[in-house]
C-alpha cells in the first residue's frame, strides 16, 4: 500500500507555544488529506478534510484559527497547533487520498502532543 | 450517528481464525463496507473492504449478507501481533472516513 508520513512522531512543548506537525504522502499524490485526533482509549475524531491548493473544511466543534491546516502540495500537509495548552495534547493522526489510490485512505503512524 | 455495531471485545486463540462481526443495518446502496485495524499507538491499517461480493487478501476474508446488513471479518490464523483494535465502517468511499468504536481484539499466546 502507499505510505504516508508524519514529522515529528512525538512532541513535548510548553504551554502558549505553537507546534507544527507535518504529513507527507510519500509515494502518490493526495488530493485530499484528513487530520484526526484521538484522546486515550479512545476513537479517532475527525478534525479537518484540506483538499490540495484550497481552504480546509472543518468539522463541528473544531476551531479553525487554533488549528491551522495547509495543504499547499500535493504531496504535504500541515497542521499546526496554536497556542497549546495542556488540553490540546493527544495522538494526532492523518491520512491522505488520491486518484491513483482508488477510494482508499492511507494512514500515517501520527504526532504524540504533550503540552506542559 | 453510528452507523455500525461491533462487540466492544473480544479475545481469540493463537493460531485460531479470529471472526469479528459488524452489524450495519442502515447501509445505502452505494456504501461500501471497510475494515481498519489500529494497533495501540499507531495510526489506522486498511485490511480489507467490499461493496456486495465476498472479498479475500492476503490479510482477512470479508463476509457480506446478501441482504449487506452485517459482515464479518476472518482473521483466517491469529497471531500475537493481531491485536488491536478493529473499526468496520461504511461509507461511500469518496468521502471522509468516520471511526466507530471498534473493537478491541486481544489474542492469547
Known amino acids: 500500500g502507499a505510505v504516508v508520513s508524519q514529522h515529528p512522531s512525538r512532541v513535548i512543548c510548553k504551554s502558549g507555544t505553537s507546534v507544527k506537525i507535518e504529513c507527507r504522502s510519500l509515494?502518490?499524490?493526495?488530493?485530499?488529506m484528513f487530520w484526526y485526533r484521538q484522546f486515550p482509549k479512545k476513537s479517532l475524531m475527525l478534525m479537518a478534510t484540506?483538499?490540495?491548493?484550497?481552504?480546509?473544511?472543518?468539522e463541528q466543534g473544531v476551531e479553525k484559527d487554533k488549528f491551522l491546516i495547509n495543504h499547499a502540495s500535493l504531496t504535504l500537509s500541515t497542521l499546526t497547533v496554536t497556542s497549546a495548552h495542556p488540553e490540546d495534547s493527544s495522538f494526532y493522526i492523518c491520512?491522505?487520498?488520491?486518484?491513483?489510490?482508488?477510494?482508499?485512505?492511507?494512514f500515517g503512524p501520527g504526532t504524540r502532543l504533550t503540552v506542559l | 450517528d453510528a452507523k455500525t455495531t461491533q462487540p466492544t471485545s473480544m479475545d481469540c486463540a493463537e493460531g485460531r481464525a479470529a471472526n469479528l462481526p459488524c452489524n450495519h443495518s442502515?447501509?445505502?446502496?452505494?456504501?461500501?463496507v471497510y475494515w481498519y485495524r489500529q494497533i495501540h499507538s499507531q495510526g489506522p491499517q486498511y485490511i480489507i473492504h467490499?461493496?456486495?461480493n465476498n472479498e479475500t487478501n492476503e490479510m482477512a476474508s470479508l463476509i457480506i449478507t446478501e441482504d449487506r446488513k452485517s459482515s464479518t471479518l476472518i482473521l483466517p490464523h491469529a497471531t500475537l501481533r493481531d491485536t488491536a483494535v478493529y473499526y468496520c465502517?461504511?461509507?461511500?468511499?469518496?468521502?471522509?472516513?468516520?471511526f466507530g468504536t471498534g473493537t478491541r481484539l486481544t489474542i492469547i499466546p
Open positions: 484540506s483538499n490540495e491548493g484550497s481552504k480546509a473544511t472543518y
Open positions: 465502517i461504511v461509507f461511500p468511499g469518496n468521502e471522509k472516513l468516520t
Open positions: 467490499g461493496l456486495k
Open positions: 442502515t447501509i445505502s446502496g452505494n456504501e461500501y
Open positions: 509515494d502518490f499524490q493526495a488530493t485530499t
Open positions: 491520512s491522505a487520498r488520491g486518484p491513483t489510490q482508488g477510494n482508499e485512505q492511507f
